[in-house]
């Protein structure tokens, strides 16, 4: 045998990739005898490339694939992309923007078109980058969230949903540029610190004196409908529930108590404007404040606003706030410095804004989904998750669904323009099954991409059909996570399972810590701290990269990085290769197997030493404890 004198992963790692994929080793086989092990490994963003926290998140369930393989499981690690909606409609209109183009010029068809094109790009690259991992995936099994078959599971469920009385469209405050003239996503907002004034204006009570209240945006004072103060601020204690009269429009409001008030900012008193800000349309709903829309789509004062109607708004704060100093209510003006939205395409200013949203009803999936961890048919590794968990399930609000984007699955909802008839169908509708006019528009609005992604451990294996793949696979067994999604996605997976396929879509959750820097800095674009994995592979071979990132990974704590560590681990591959090379050289004519040999004293203590590490290591995998495995070995 002539083996080099060092380990060189490249050759090593890129002849056994080869050689699984040729072999079809990790191919799983929905016909087998065996017991089934499965994970679905959460698709990373098409457009995204991958990071450190992949390589952790798909070193682990790697680890467990191949373990469970070894003790002689039918596996299958299923992989696969998320279209991501809006991060990837942002790269691909950010190209537009280079060639001063707007997806608005393409037009819907063009531009979803274009997505695709780069789609292609961006999927091969994510995929080159997780094969260069050495995952042990099935890739003929390989799904992307917006697929045809995957589209039609996701328009089952919105269908199913809405027969259910679980989807319904109602009002929510959302992100207007009055320049664009359109709906602007939270991740289109750019926030800038601006210097501007806090305007301290004295609201009359009914029954005398006066209440301060603290503004940034004096000219929404036309739509306020209630003042709110903190609970535990004794300095309001008197106050609450007493009736205020707002200024100028002279109507009265409410003086109510709200947790969300901070004592601190200005007066520690503040005017509540449910149409025309995020907090305040919060606290409206707990409060069943009424909303009063004074700034139209132009962003101008509407006919609720009394005299001011037809200013545009900053106009309107100017007048407002003379007429306040004239009616001797303009307590003072200071200045402040906050931060503000602004539109990402043309930096005008974001106006809140009252719109209709599709929402899915949470209550009964979200007791449903407690339930499950609660009888401990799902468990958290570390248990301490759990509490986050029923924490959000027992404050979740209605999920809005709806995004005023162009690439995902758009809603299938159908409006005959003539009868006004709604149809919600799975199948596109060109005839209107009322009247039978064939004037139909489909709803302009697509969904959530979580309202794809919550339906991944199952619309992978083919669901809405039954099919060999569900029935040997699912429910899946592990999956793992960070938790910064446990909400977004991990509580919504289960949700959706309990309600489609009446059975819990994995039995363990591990969740891994976030990979930091040194100073403990998440890594991040903007800081030019993240370090490339594909360098890293190319340095010290992705088992390298592997075992040196399991080997700093404290079990569901947050993972301190150093290069240092990859060493480590290339180096224990050294190790290893040196034995292999020792062992090979000296008894290259011995056939392994163990039966034939006397065993010397020193041989027993070595067989003794291996099983009772086999043992351990099972034990620790068993248990999740992946960190404790590595150090073991
Ligand atoms: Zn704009
Ligand atoms: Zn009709």
């Known amino acids: 045998m002539n083996l080099p004198t060092k380990y060189e992963p490249k050759q090593v790692e890129e002849k056994w990739r080869k050689y699984w994929e040729e072999k079809k080793i990790f191919v799983a086989n929905a016909d087998s005898d065996k017991p089934k092990y499965s994970i679905v490994l959460p698709p990373p963003n098409v457009t995204g490339i991958l990071t450190i926290g992949h390589v952790l998140n798909h070193a682990i369930q790697d680890v467990l694939i191949r373990f469970k393989k070894m003790q002689g499981y039918e596996v299958l690690l299923l992989p696969g992309t998320d279209h991501a909606g809006i991060a990837t409609q942002n790269v691909v209109e950010r190209k537009l923007r280079e060639e001063g183009k707007t997806r608005f010029d393409l037009g819907r068809e063009a531009f979803v078109k274009e997505v695709w094109k780069w789609e292609k790009e961006y999927h091969d690259r994510i995929v080159t980058q997780m094969k260069k991992l050495g995952l042990a995936c099935d890739w003929t099994r390989e799904r992307f969230t917006l697929d045809p078959a995957y589209a039609r599971a996701v328009k089952h469920t919105f269908v199913k949903l809405y027969e259910k009385k679980y989807i319904y469209k109602g009002e929510y405050i959302i992100n207007y ?6 709906v602007i996503s939270n991740e289109e907002v750019e926030y800038e610190e601006e210097n501007s004034s806090l305007w301290y204006i004295n609201y009359p009570l009914k029954d005398g004196g006066y209440i301060t209240v603290a503004t940034t945006r004096p000219e929404t004072m036309l739509g306020d409908t209630a003042i709110a103060v903190n609970p535990h601020d004794k300095r309001y204690k008197n106050y609450i529930g007493k009736v205020a009269i707002l200024p100028i429009m002279n109507r009265e409001i409410p003086i109510i108590a709200d947790k969300q008030v901070d004592k601190d900012f200005g007066t520690g008193a503040v005017k509540i404007t449910p149409a025309h800000d995020y907090n305040d349309f919060q606290i409206g709903i707990k409060h069943k404040l009424d909303r009063i829309i004074v700034i139209d789509k132009n962003g101008k004062i509407n006919k609720n606003g009394g005299k001011y109607e037809g200013l545009d708004r900053f106009e309107a704060r100017k007048e407002i706030v003379r007429d306040l100093t004239s009616l001797n209510l303009l307590e003072k003006i200071e200045p402040h410095i906050h931060s503000v939205g602004h539109c990402s395409r043309c930096h005008t200013t974001i106006e809140p804004y009252i719109s209709t949203q599709w929402f899915v009803k949470m209550a009964d999936l979200a007791a449903k989904a407690k339930k499950v961890v609660k009888e401990g048919k799902i468990k958290f590794f570390l248990p ?8 959000w399930l027992d404050n979740i609000v209605d999920w809005v669904i709806s995004r005023q984007l162009w690439w995902g699955h758009r809603i299938p909802v159908f409006y005959c323009k003539d009868c006004g008839e709604i149809i919600v169908s799975e199948e596109d509708v060109k005839k209107c099954p009322k009247c039978g006019s064939t004037n139909i528009v489909q709803e302009e609005d697509v969904l959530d991409t979580w309202f794809s992604s919550w339906l991944w451990p199952f619309a992978t294996m083919g669901w809405p059909d039954q099919t060999e793949d569900l029935k040997k696979f699912f429910p899946t067994d592990t999956l793992v996570t960070a938790w910064d999604i446990i909400f977004l996605w991990v509580a919504r997976m289960i949700m959706s399972s309990l309600e489609f396929m009446d059975d819990v879509p994995f ?43 399991l080997l700093i990974t404290p079990e569901g704590k947050d993972v301190i990085y150093s290069e240092k560590s990859i060493e480590t681990g290339r180096n224990f591959l050294n190790k290893l290769w040196n034995a292999s090379r020792f062992i090979l050289s000296n008894r290259e004519e011995q056939k392994p ?7 010397k004293r020193i041989d027993r203590w070595i067989i003794s030493r291996i099983t009772n590490t086999i043992i351990e290591v099972d034990n620790a995998l068993n248990n999740f404890r992946i960190n404790e495995a590595v150090k073991i070995i």
């Open 593 to 599: 197997g163990i039966e034939d040999i006397a065993l």
């Open 384 to 391: 301490r998750w759990e509490k986050v968990y029923y924490h």
């Open 507 to 549: 039995t363990d959750v591990y969740i891994t810590g976030l990979v930091r820097d040194e100073k403990r800095r998440r890594f991040s674009k903007s800081l030019g701290n993240s370090p490339d994995p594909m360098n890293l592979i190319e340095k010290y071979g992705a088992d390298g990269l592997r075992i040196g990132l």
């Open 177 to 182: 540029c009055p320049r664009c003239k359109t």
